[in-house]
C-alpha cells in the first residue's frame, strides 16, 4: 500500500496557485469546479513514482498547521526555501539533515497549512 493522492485546503485558489506556481516553478492546472468544491491540480507525470492531488476550496477544507502534513521530493530545498517568503508564505525550519534519507525542510503555505520538503541523500 502506498499514498497516491492529496487534498491541500485553501481559502483564496488563486493566490493559492500563485504561490504554488512561484515556490515550484511550475504550472498549476486552471481552477476547475468538481461538485461544491473548487481545485487546482499539481502537475503531475505518467509512470513516475510517488502521489499528485489537488489544492482544494470547499467550507468543508481548513488550511491548518495540525493533522497530516504533505511532503514534496525537490532536487534541492534551498533553492525552494529561498522563493517561499517571496510568495507570501514562511519558512517554518531550514533545511536539516535525517541522515541517509536526505534532507527536510518545513514552510507555512500562503493559506496556512504547514507543508514540508524533501531532498533524498546524494
Known amino acids: ?14 493566490r493559492a496557485q500563485k504561490f504554488y506556481a512561484t515556490i515550484f516553478d511550475v504550472e498549476m492546472g486552471e481552477s ?5 468544491s473548487m481545485m487546482s491540480f499539481f ?17 468543508t ?8 502534513m504533505v511532503y514534496f521530493s525537490v532536487r534541492e530545498i534551498n533553492d525552494v526555501l529561498v522563493r ?7 519558512v517554518i525550519n531550514e533545511k536539516s539533515s535525517i541522515g541517509e534519507h536526505g ?4 514552510f507555512e503555505d500562503s493559506e496556512g ?5 524533501h531532498q533524498a541523500a546524494q
Open 1 to 14: 500500500m502506498r499514498a497516491n493522492w492529496f487534498e491541500i485546503p485553501v481559502l483564496d485558489m488563486a
Open 103 to 106: 534532507f527536510v525542510a518545513h
Open 113 to 117: 497549512n504547514r507543508v514540508a520538503l
Open 43 to 59: 502537475p503531475f507525470v505518467e509512470d513516475q513514482d510517488g502521489a499528485t492531488g489537488t489544492l482544494i476550496q470547499h467550507e
Open 61 to 68: 477544507y481548513k488550511p491548518s498547521h495540525e493533522g497530516v
Open 84 to 90: 517561499i517568503p517571496k510568495a507570501n508564505g514562511k
Open 32 to 36: 476547475f469546479e468538481m461538485g461544491e
